[in-house]
């Protein structure tokens, strides 16, 4: 069935190092891939999406390749921020339903 | 402008006393989701609506309930909270077609 598979965290950086977060998935067909954010104690927020192969989505420097040889769509930022720490989802859309499916979470905490 | 509103942002209640958490959308969307989030986990779907019909998740415990009187409006209600209820519960809307999820700041609910 369709499932989605992240990066474990927690991941520690300093400011101004490069970051990936890894998400792989497997679903019926070629659905659209989303990474989500969500900062303390808020809700969670769309950082980007692709909704198809090769698309790539970027929103804030980051950026996500949607790639289906690997069925992958890491997560990069060239040069985080201390802002940047929150925990990221990747998600993508049950095939046949409404609902979505979530990754468990990535915990990033970048330092000054 | 906030287009998913939760109410209360905090909650705190007594172990089996009824309480109604409450979220409205802006949006026009017909889709409305109910997740519960504990700490450090990803989101879990309660249940969901495509505009009336009302579609509960197989291991979502029967203590937990909901309405949607109207398209803008839904309610979860838990009737006899148990401590394990203490977490984040999240309202989300999304239009069909769109693929994406657009989330409350969510309805933080401790019980004592």
């Known amino acids: 069935g369709d499932s989605v598979t992240q990066m474990e965290g927690p991941v520690t950086l300093s400011e101004e190092a490069f970051l990936t977060i890894n998400c792989t998935y497997t679903?019926?067909?070629?659905?659209?891939l989303f990474w989500y954010v969500q900062y303390p104690g808020e809700g969670l927020q769309l950082l980007l999406k692709a909704t198809k192969a090769d698309d790539k989505g970027s929103n804030k420097g980051f950026e996500a390749t949607y790639r289906k040889e690997t069925t992958s769509f890491h997560l990069e930022k060239g040069s985080v921020q201390v802002s940047d720490s929150a925990v990221y989802f990747c998600a993508l859309p049950f095939s046949g339903t409404y609902k979505y499916i979530f990754g468990t979470g990535t915990r990033l905490k970048v330092l000054a | 402008d906030a287009m998913v509103i939760q109410n209360p942002r905090y909650q705190v209640t007594q172990f089996g006393k009824p309480v109604t958490l409450s979220c409205s959308q802006t949006l026009n969307h017909n889709v409305m989701y109910w997740y519960q989030q504990k700490s450090s986990q990803a989101p879990k779907l309660l249940f969901h609506?495509?505009?009336?019909?009302?579609?509960n998740e197989a291991d979502t415990p029967d203590n937990f309930q909901s309405r949607r009187p109207n398209t803008s409006f839904c309610f979860l209600d838990i009737r006899s909270p148990g401590l394990g209820d203490t977490a984040m519960y999240l309202c989300a809307t999304s239009r069909v077609g769109t693929g994406e999820l657009f989330f409350g700041e969510g309805s933080r609910l401790t019980v004592l």
């Open positions: 609506y495509y505009d009336k019909d009302f579609n």
């Open positions: 679903a019926t067909g070629y659905p659209s």
